[in-house]
């Protein structure tokens, strides 16, 4: 969408880009609290981050390559304590840290109109920072560690109707994936929604996780005005021990996510975000 | 009673019920981010949580009719004094099912056990596979045996020495 740097892909000047959500779901802190995240936030985060909302827990899906994608794909866990995930916002509302037992996120959203995207470099450095300091105060408070399990990368888009397309039924001037409909046999869609899934492997073809992408039609709260919002969420294992190996495929993740969002838009709404030549 | 969480896999409990999903593709939901607040999202896959395989056609519907009978059965059922199908237990039941049928699982056979517990089984080609949920414990027993070697493991959820879903295929594959 919008990446300058080593990997030769396509910069947009105006990316549709709402938010970015960098998490990891970890195990072994089998120590950490609700309390103990409270205490971690106000040790380290509550100066920048004053914002405290609970929020019931996420369960990321573990992306699976050792069934066949219709065998079995669930999961099962006992738990006898309750858990929350605890939101720590800025006072402007631009990010958010999300923690609960198993689970650590940091999010990046566009709050005006005018502000722009600062960048993957500064999404990776505030992950790698929040996750530092909670690594470090689970250590040092004999909670256990944070061994990472599971990397996800998501960019969320707000593709509002205006530039490039008017109706909801206009997915495909937005998505190459969404195919026109020919003749006159049959009305034009009211709206559409579209789910898509693909492997990211490594560099042996060795699959590492996956890359979903959906568009849903949806309605800005604030005016009415139609959009539709399109996740690209990359999902796989670490590729090495700790933070590092989560930055590994995070880093993999976010090229991938970037690479699959130009080759499925369409050249008509890379016009409207500023295509870099 | 112990609460079932879907620690992993496309279930639609809790904040799942939310996850933006269309047929197999999970990006992250409205939960998770702040921007979900600014916009309201058309479509009946999101707010029903029907994105996973809770149809009519599944199995779900006829295991948990099945589960209501268990549940049905006074004490003394087997002549031998069993116990009454344990309530708290019999409504994990249900949430392993719905999970399971969520995740693509072939239809298990439900077994009541003379200790008012359930037992979740299945069986294919000399392979035996069954989830014990006893009363009054905070832990399932998975159990596993080839019939042909004799070889067998058994303990807690969670502690099995490969996945679960990979155990299971291998089960039901041989079928």
Same mark, same amino acid.
């Given at each position: 969408?919008?990446?300058?740097?080593?990997?030769?892909?396509?910069n947009?000047?105006?990316?549709?880009?709402?938010?970015?959500v960098?998490?990891?779901?970890?195990?072994d802190?089998?120590g950490?609290?609700?309390?103990?995240?409270?205490?971690?936030w106000? !040790?380290?985060?509550e100066?920048?981050?004053?914002?405290v909302?609970?929020?019931?827990? /996420? +369960?990321?899906?573990?992306?699976?390559?050792?069934?066949?994608?219709?065998?079995?794909t669930?999961?099962l866990?006992?738990?006898?304590?309750?858990?929350?995930?605890?939101?720590?916002?800025?006072?402007?509302?631009? %990010?958010?840290?999300?923690?609960?037992?198993?689970?650590?996120?940091?999010?990046?959203?566009?709050?005006?109109?005018?502000?722009?995207?600062?960048?993957?470099?500064?999404?990776?450095?505030?992950?790698?920072?929040?996750?530092?300091?909670?690594?470090?105060?689970?250590?040092?408070?004999?909670?256990?560690?944070?061994?990472p399990?599971?990397?996800?990368v998501?960019?969320?888009?707000?593709?509002?109707?205006?530039?490039?397309? @008017?109706?909801?039924?206009?997915?495909?001037?937005?998505?190459?994936?969404?195919?026109?409909?020919?003749?006159e046999?049959?009305?034009a869609?009211? @709206?559409?929604?579209?789910?898509?899934?693909f492997?990211?492997?490594?560099?042996?073809?060795?699959?590492?996780?996956r890359?979903?992408?959906?568009a849903?039609?949806? !309605?800005? #709260?604030?005016g009415?005005?139609?959009? /539709?919002?399109?996740?690209?969420?990359?999902?796989?294992?670490?590729?090495?021990?700790?933070? #590092?190996?989560?930055?590994?495929?995070?880093?993999?993740?976010?090229?991938?996510?970037?690479?699959?969002?130009?080759?499925?838009?369409?050249?008509?709404?890379?016009?409207?975000?500023g295509?870099?030549a | 009673?112990?609460?079932?969480?879907?620690?992993?896999?496309?279930?639609?409990?809790? +904040?799942?019920r939310?996850?933006?999903?269309?047929?197999?593709?999970?990006?992250?939901g409205?939960?998770?981010?702040?921007?979900?607040?600014?916009?309201?999202?058309?479509?009946?896959?999101?707010?029903?949580?029907?994105t996973?395989?809770?149809?009519?056609?599944?199995?779900?519907?006829?295991?948990l009719?099945?589960?209501?009978?268990?549940?049905a059965?006074?004490?003394?059922?087997?002549?031998?004094?069993?116990?009454a199908?344990d309530?708290?237990?019999?409504?994990?039941?249900? %949430?392993?099912?719905?999970?399971l !049928?969520?995740?693509?699982?072939?239809?298990?056979?439900l077994?009541?056990?003379?200790?008012?517990?359930? @037992?979740?089984?299945?069986?294919?080609?000399?392979?035996?596979?069954?989830?014990?949920?006893?009363?009054?414990?905070?832990?399932?027993?998975?159990?596993?045996?080839?019939?042909?070697?004799g070889?067998?493991? %058994?303990?807690?959820?969670? %502690?099995?020495p490969?996945?679960f879903?990979k155990?299971?295929?291998?089960?039901?594959?041989?079928?």
């Open positions: 969408m919008n990446a300058r740097g080593p990997e030769g892909i396509v947009f000047r105006n990316p549709p880009i709402t938010e970015v960098v998490g990891v779901a970890f195990k802190a089998a950490l609290s609700t309390a103990h995240i409270g205490e971690c106000r !040790a380290k985060w100066s920048r981050f004053p914002r909302e609970e929020h019931p827990p /996420y +369960s990321p899906p573990v992306e699976r390559f050792d069934v066949p994608p219709h065998g079995p669930f999961a866990e006992l738990s006898v304590r309750p858990t929350t995930r605890l939101w720590f916002v800025t006072d402007d509302g631009h %990010e958010l840290i999300q923690v609960q037992r198993d689970w650590f996120a940091c999010n990046w959203r566009k709050v005006s109109t005018g502000s722009e995207y600062d960048r993957w470099p500064a999404r990776r450095a505030a992950f790698e920072t929040f996750y530092t300091d909670l690594e470090r105060f689970v250590e040092d408070r004999g909670l256990g560690k944070v061994t399990v599971q990397c996800e998501t960019y969320v888009n707000h593709i509002v109707a205006g530039d490039g397309w @008017q109706n909801l039924g206009e997915l495909p001037a937005i998505l190459r994936l969404a195919g026109a409909i020919g003749g046999s049959v009305s869609p009211e @709206q559409m929604q579209l789910g898509a899934s492997v990211i492997s490594d560099e042996t073809d060795t699959p590492r996780g890359l979903h992408v959906t849903q039609p949806a !309605a800005l #709260r604030d009415g005005a139609p959009l /539709y919002v399109m996740n690209l969420t990359a999902r796989g294992g670490p590729e090495g021990e700790g933070l #590092r190996g989560a930055l590994a495929f995070l880093d993999r993740g976010r090229a991938q996510i970037v690479r699959t969002f130009t080759a499925i838009t369409t050249e008509s709404m890379h016009e409207v975000w295509r870099d | 009673m112990p609460k079932l969480l879907p620690a992993s896999g496309h279930s639609n409990l809790q +904040s799942e939310e996850r933006f999903a269309t047929g197999h593709a999970w990006t992250i409205r939960d998770e981010t702040l921007s979900g607040r600014q916009i309201i999202v058309f479509g009946p896959m999101l707010d029903t949580g029907a996973v395989a809770w149809t009519p056609e599944s199995w779900l519907q006829g295991a009719q099945d589960l209501q009978a268990l549940a059965l006074r004490p003394g059922w087997d002549s031998y004094g069993a116990s199908i309530a708290d237990t019999a409504t994990l039941a249900s %949430e392993v099912l719905r999970v !049928a969520d995740g693509n699982a072939p239809r298990p056979a077994v009541p056990t003379s200790d008012g517990g359930i @037992q979740i089984e299945w069986f294919g080609a000399g392979l035996e596979f069954q989830l014990e949920l006893e009363p009054r414990t905070e832990h399932i027993t998975l159990f596993f045996r080839d019939l042909d070697t070889a067998f493991w %058994e303990g807690p959820l969670g %502690e099995e490969e996945p879903p155990l299971l295929w291998r089960v039901t594959s041989h079928g």
